[in-house]
């Protein structure tokens, strides 16, 4: 695929986005694959025209603290995965751009043994909300975690659009940060997240 770069940061507030101020509404966001590192704010869209937007502006911040619900149910935070990079991916079953991407999120953590991705589910209703998607969807590699609640979107700072992405390298400390789906596994997103190395 061709991709187009382009830092027009002031047009970002236009794109249509999940946002945690009005959960349980579907939202539309963009996608990205971006060919080379952007500024802050930059706008990455691929030839498809799904935009996101890419940011530094929190590199070097450690890792979101809070405890959230594993898979078997028990205790979790970010700090628990340091020693390999980590791709956390904090979404919702009602957000449709969350949804769209997720196939690709289990494609790039089954393809790639040295980056873990860690998706975080933000719905208020927890498991009663999310074990019904999971079992529909059938993913290969994923497991759902959970924060009903929003103690990540806390340490965020709150009113976070929804999904969000954050890379951290195996240090803890954040390398970018993405608003808005993309396709994980597509090799032009491969140059994005190798900066964690």
């Given amino acids: 695929m061709r991709y187009t ?17 009005a959960p349980g509404s579907e939202q539309e966001q963009a996608q990205t694959a971006p060919e080379a590192r952007p500024g802050e704010g930059a706008l990455v869209e691929t030839a498809d025209g799904m935009k996101a937007e ?40 009602w957000c449709a751009p969350c ?9 790039l953590a ?5 980056l873990q991705v860690l998706v975080v589910s933000q719905d208020l209703d927890g ?23 929003n103690v990540l979107l806390t340490a965020f700072g709150g009113n976070v659009q929804l999904p969000t992405t954050i890379l951290y390298g195996s240090d ?3 390398v970018w940060r993405l608003i808005g789906p993309t ?15």
């Avoid at 089954?110 to 040295?114: H, K, V, Y």
Wanted: charged share 20%; proline share 7%; hydrophobic share 45%.
């Fill in 5 to 21: 770069l382009l830092l027009a940061a002031a047009l970002f507030p236009g794109l249509a986005a999940c946002d945690r101020a």
């Fill in 54 to 93: 890419l940011s530094y502006a929190h590199a070097g911040a450690p890792y979101l603290a809070g405890q959230f619900t594993g898979p078997d149910g028990g205790a979790a935070r970010l700090a628990d995965f340091r020693g390999r990079p980590l791709l956390v991916n904090l979404w919702a079953t």
């Fill in 99 to 107: 949804i769209r991407e997720m196939p690709t999120l289990d494609a």
């Fill in 110 to 114: 089954g393809s790639d043994a040295a």
């Fill in 127 to 149: 498991s009663e909300a999310v074990d019904p998607f999971w079992a529909k969807q059938g993913f290969a590699t994923l497991e759902p975690y959970i924060d009903s609640d």
């Fill in 172 to 174: 803890g400390k954040e």
């Fill in 183 to 197: 396709e994980w596994n597509d090799p032009a997103v491969a140059d994005m997240l190798a900066e964690a190395t």
